[in-house]
């Protein structure tokens, strides 16, 4: 009778073993038996000259997987969170198209259709609410830094124009700042190149922030180039560690009221 067996690192057949050119692969293919005729360990330790050379190798090999499977899931969850966002300004269109009908039919008649548009509205209300609810939720998931500086609602959008994680965390401070505003800056770019004079803007999306919306017009750009430096530190601690870091939310804090007091 034939013995053979996945095993992590290769393939065990009648007292031998074929070390796998892939540990990866072999890995995710092994089988996981709970009484196999040997040792695994004892088995490896030969393989790899050694104790600690096999569980150095089996250790680099599991993290490295399991770093894979993370960034997997973190990519389908980035997706999740960018079609909601989505659908949310569609709903919010939505509400904002039936009011004016609404109103249009309230100028010439009360009557039953009128109260059916306002049922309309209150469910479509109520599943922004939800929906709301779970990007939050999302977002506080995948991207707990991000989430806490910038806000869930900002964070989901800067995290839905730039596509993905990946992609955001690449971005510098600089386009983070003007996410959401690169009309206003090419047609800027556009008169600039013709000798002309033109505003260029100081900030995108960031701008729906209670910390630079609730500050001097003055005072906003100063506001917005240092959110959106902690937006890219908090993007990448995210990405690459994934702990919450309350320090940054707090220098963000003090310099919002340095700003508000001068």
Known sequence: ???KYNLWFGVYEDGKVERSSNLEESFLKAENEESLPF?????????????????????????????????RELRREDKYVIALVKALEEVEESINMLNEKLEDIRVVKDSEIAEEFEN???????LRKKIEREIEEMMTKIAPNLTE??????????????????????????????IGAEKSLYKAFARMKKGKK?????HGIIFLHPF???LPKSK????????????????????????????????????YEELRRK
């Not at 040792?39 to 089996?58: Q, R, S």
């Not at 033109?198 to 100081?202: D, E, G, H, V």
Request: avoid cysteine; charged fraction near 35%.
């Open 1 to 3: 009778m034939r013995l």
């Open 39 to 71: 040792n695994i360990p004892d088995v490896g330790f030969e393989v790899f000259g050694g104790e600690e050379e096999y569980y150095t190798a089996l250790r680099k090999t599991a993290l490295a997987i399991a770093e894979k499977l993370v960034e």
């Open 120 to 126: 309309k509205i209150e469910g479509l209300k109520n």
């Open 149 to 178: 500086i910038a806000g869930a609602k900002v964070a989901a959008k800067l995290l839905e124009r730039a596509g993905s994680m990946e992609r955001l965390v690449r971005f510098p401070a600089s386009k983070i700042q003007v």
């Open 198 to 202: 033109a505003k260029i803007p100081k």
């Open 212 to 214: 630079i919306r609730t």
């Open 220 to 255: 906003r750009g100063k506001m917005a180039r240092f959110l959106a430096a902690k937006i890219a530190i908090a993007a990448k601690i995210d990405y690459f560690r994934g702990e919450l870091d309350e320090s940054l939310y707090e220098s963000l804090r003090r310099r």
